[in-house]
């Protein structure tokens, strides 16, 4: 049984003013290969809501549930939270928990699945943050990637039941599933997973989409069609990202006479900025310009089953309980993983 003193809840981040957003993006984008255009055109879509990510209230809001469902279960953890690329940023927080003497803690990110912009890149981030304050930095364990604990899929599965019955039977009879998840350079993807083992195209990181997106289906009334799709592309036009896109494939489908489309987006912990623009305006649109019925389940936010889920995976890595996992796919060796 490994000891832990404190629990982090680790985070993106985002803005919560206008006057927020560029500094965020900046941080977001320091050293990264993203053109000019497409940070200013992300501006765009925060400016629409008044510079104000929904993400950090989300994460308040999932904190504040965490913290009665521990109770209620009986960890006795102080609860922490800090976020890569806006305040409350992560060094910050764990600067904190120094001086507050805490010495391990068990992290859980708000992403599901592996990759390096999903797990490693927090990683060399709480490197760097641990190397900056020296002696007694807490040390950080991460949880496993949970994207097929059942905490994770059956949310889904039930909202994705809600989405459907939102639509008019005769559009529902014909409905396409589109599961999405954020793209990623195809290269990051190829690298996601253990090294020398064998995945899929997309690597670890697509056959886990698609294994989560196929939970889901098996969780509804009937066999839908579906495919995994993906959305909110930034890289430079001449670098390849994960495909198809959303908005193409919504067009390819109003081509093919398909009445409708329900997008679950499965890549995803809860509606920030990515799903409220990239989906319910953007995708929206496209299916709406292309006379197409169109319906976005919610994605897992502080759905009960997933706030317990947490508190499960520290029930796992205190030794109390048995991983729960709806998949056989191989489990990420965390020492080797490039995700
Ligand atoms: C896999 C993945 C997830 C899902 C898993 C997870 O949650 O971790 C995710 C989530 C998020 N991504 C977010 C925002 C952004 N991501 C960007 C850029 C990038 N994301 C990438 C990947 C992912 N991102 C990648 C490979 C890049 C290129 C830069 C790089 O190689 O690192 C940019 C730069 C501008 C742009 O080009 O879009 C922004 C602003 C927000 C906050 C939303 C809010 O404010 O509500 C969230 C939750
Ligand atoms: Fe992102």
Not at 187 to 211: K, N
């Amino acid at each position: 049984m490994r000891p832990y003193d404190a629990f982090l809840l680790i985070s993106f981040g985002g803005p919560e003013g206008e006057d927020e957003v560029i500094p965020f993006l900046e941080n977001v984008t320091r050293g990264r290969n993203i053109p000019r255009e497409r940070l200013a055109e992300v501006g765009e879509h925060y400016f629409l809501f008044g510079g104000v990510s929904p993400i950090n209230q989300q994460c308040r809001d999932l904190l504040a549930a965490v913290t009665e469902d521990f109770e209620s279960a009986g960890v006795d953890l102080p609860i922490y939270w800090g976020n890569r690329f806006w305040t409350p940023l992560f060094t910050d927080t764990l600067e904190q928990m120094k001086q507050d003497g805490v010495r391990r803690v068990l992290a859980v990110p708000t992403s599901a699945y592996c990759n390096w912009s999903s797990r490693t890149a927090y990683l060399e981030d709480i490197d760097r943050a641990r190397a900056a304050l020296g002696e007694d930095a807490p040390e950080i364990d991460l949880v496993r990637p949970f994207y097929d604990h059942p905490g994770f899929v059956e949310p889904l599965a039930e909202y994705t039941r809600d989405a459907l019955d939102r639509l008019p039977e005769d559009q529902r009879r014909g409905v396409r599933l589109l599961f999405s998840a954020h793209s990623i350079p195809t290269e990051m993807a190829e690298r996601s997973g253990t090294p020398g083992r064998t995945y899929g195209p997309a690597g670890a990181y697509g056959d886990q989409l698609q294994a989560v997106a196929r939970l889901v289906v098996e969780r509804l009334d009937r066999e839908y069609p579906y495919e995994v799709v993906y959305q909110s592309r930034s890289g430079p036009p001449s670098q390849p990202w994960l495909e198809p896109d959303v908005n193409d494939r919504i067009e390819e489908l109003a081509d093919e006479g398909v009445p409708a489309v329900v997008v679950v987006p499965h890549g995803f912990v809860s509606d920030h900025m990515e799903v409220k623009f990239d989906l319910d305006v953007e995708a929206r649109e496209t299916a709406e310009k292309r006379g197409l019925g169109y319906q976005r389940a919610l994605s897992p936010g502080t759905h009960p089953a997933f706030v317990s889920m947490i508190t499960d995976l520290v029930r796992e890595y205190t030794g109390q309980a048995e991983q729960q996992r709806l998949t056989t796919l191989p489990s990420c060796e965390m020492e080797q993983c490039s995700c």
